[in-house]
T-cell receptor, first 115, second 116 residues
Framework: AQSVTQLGSHVSVSEGALVLLRCNYSSSVPPYLFWYVQYPNQGLQLLLK??????LVKGINGFEAEFKKSETSFHLTKPSAHMSDAAEYFC?????????????FGAGTRLAVHP | EPEVTQTPSHQVTQMGQEVILRCVPI?????FYWYRQILGQKVEFLVS????????KSEIFDDQFSVERPDGSNFTLKIRSTKLEDSAMYFC??????????????FGDGTRLSIL
């Protein structure tokens, strides 16, 4: 069965600093991976998705993620944090045995950005 | 941009009562989903729905839960006899098609269900 682990339930960065949110997955087949963001009192908004076309995926709001099969990772990065990036970020996986049409989410990482 | 809409945004219900959560998926989408997020916990899959029938459901989705697409636009989640542990944020999602499961799911803003 697939699973997702997000290291660090809380990450705090200074405005302008690099953002790195970690995601590791477990899957017996090549996965489809997603990052979603949740702003307070809102739903889940898709940031980006990996679908095997390219290992480096660019998303909205300057975020990108790199799929590394050897490390079973799909970490999310942004070169320079902005105050508006403060939110909760979820890594999710789908596809393969046990979940063709359901998303399996990580526990989420709450990003705080301070001046 | 088209979006998934959910109503109500907050529902307060007495334990044992029935509750219906409503969703309007994106109009050209074919797959519909319900997820829930208990406060402080992961977002969990409940059920997926395609072609007027359930295509997959989780262990959480027991006989107390049901889903329906009563017309061409709405998708509902019914909980027959609510329990305290049903208190959670419930998210509806939809996606275009499933041939390749890389199609992203688009989420609504959720309904916060509080059971008293």
């Amino acid at each position: 069965a697939q699973s997702v682990t997000q290291l660090g339930s809380h990450v705090s960065v200074s405005e302008g600093a690099l953002v790195l949110l970690r995601c590791n997955y477990s899957s017996s087949v090549p996965p489809y991976l997603f990052w979603y963001v949740q702003y307070p009192n809102q739903g889940l908004q898709l940031l980006l998705k990996y679908t095997s076309a390219a290992t480096l995926v660019k998303g909205i709001n300057g975020f990108e993620a790199e799929f590394k099969k050897s490390e079973t990772s799909f970490h999310l990065t942004k070169p320079s944090a902005h105050m508006s990036d403060a939110a909760e970020y979820f890594c999710a996986v789908t596809g393969g045995p046990g979940g063709y049409n359901k998303l399996i989410f990580g526990a989420g990482t709450r990003l705080a950005v301070h001046p | 941009e088209p979006e998934v809409t959910q109503t109500p945004s907050h529902q307060v219900t007495q334990m044992g009562q029935e509750v219906i959560l409503r969703c309007v998926p994106i109009s050209n989408h074919l797959y519909f989903y319900w997820y829930r997020q208990i406060l402080g916990q992961k977002v969990e899959f409940l059920v997926s729905f395609y072609n007027n029938e359930i295509s997959e459901k989780s262990e959480i989705f027991d006989d107390q839960f049901s889903v329906e697409r009563p017309d061409g636009s709405n998708f509902t989640l019914k909980i027959r006899s609510t329990k305290l542990e049903d208190s959670a944020m419930y998210f509806c999602a939809s996606s275009e098609f499933r041939v390749f499961s890389n199609q992203p799911q688009h989420f609504g803003d959720g309904t916060r269900l509080s059971i008293l």
